[in-house]
């Protein structure tokens, strides 16, 4: 994103309004820093509301106390264990205030027929995923449950300080849709390093 907030034009090049003809939206983006305090202050339209998205799918591998803190804190996160897998596991949809701006630009674009199914954080790297809400509250079911289950996220740091700061690594989210499972990967590799040199080894 080059640290600037992306305008209303650049957004319908590649995000239709409502969604389109998707099911699922996953937006990974790196450089996701800007004032964003300015733009909820200097446009109304913008001011935090309830969005529905899945409940804890904006937790963090940090506590959450408030966008500024928690940006500058997962600067220096540690990678999490991944969760041990399990045969099938359903969140209820609720609504929450989503703390990062970029989020709610993405919601506010798909409109209510979508959910946040699952955010993932590193620094300023972002993976969001959002599915229609029908996929995530029982609308759909699939053997009596949500369409949509067992989303589980993960993230790793390759930059500075031997791989342990987040200005470049990996972002993860997984889920169930129905029967298929789907891996969705971001990555933020160092730049202009020459072919004979680059090492595959941080993906």
């Known amino acids: 994103m080059g640290d600037a907030k992306p305008s209303e034009e650049e957004l319908k090049c590649w995000l239709p309004s409502g969604g389109g003809e998707f099911d699922l939206v996953v937006v990974g983006v790196q450089e996701c820093s800007y004032d964003w305090v300015s733009e909820w202050v200097a446009t109304p339209m913008r001011n935090p509301k309830r969005r529905k998205s899945l409940k804890g799918s904006g937790k963090t591998q940090l506590p959450m106390l408030s966008g500024a ?23 209820d949809v609720g609504e929450e205030k989503f703390s990062f701006h970029w989020d709610d630009i993405l919601a506010e674009r798909l409109g209510d027929g979508f ?89």
């Open 115 to 203: 959910a946040r199914v699952q955010q993932v954080v590193l620094m300023n790297m972002r993976l969001l995923v959002f599915a229609k809400t029908q996929y995530c509250d029982g609308t759909i079911k699939w053997q009596d449950g949500p369409l949509i289950h067992s989303v589980q996220h993960t993230y790793s740091a390759t930059g500075l300080l031997a791989g342990t700061v987040g200005n470049k690594g990996g972002l993860v989210a997984t889920l169930q849709f129905g029967p298929v499972s789907l891996c969705f990967v971001s990555c933020h590799l160092a730049a202009h390093t020459p072919d004979t040199q680059f090492d595959l080894e941080p993906i």
């Open 69 to 91: 803190v928690e940006e500058a804190l997962h600067a220096f996160g540690s990678s999490p264990r991944s969760e041990r897998p399990e045969r099938r596991k359903s969140r």
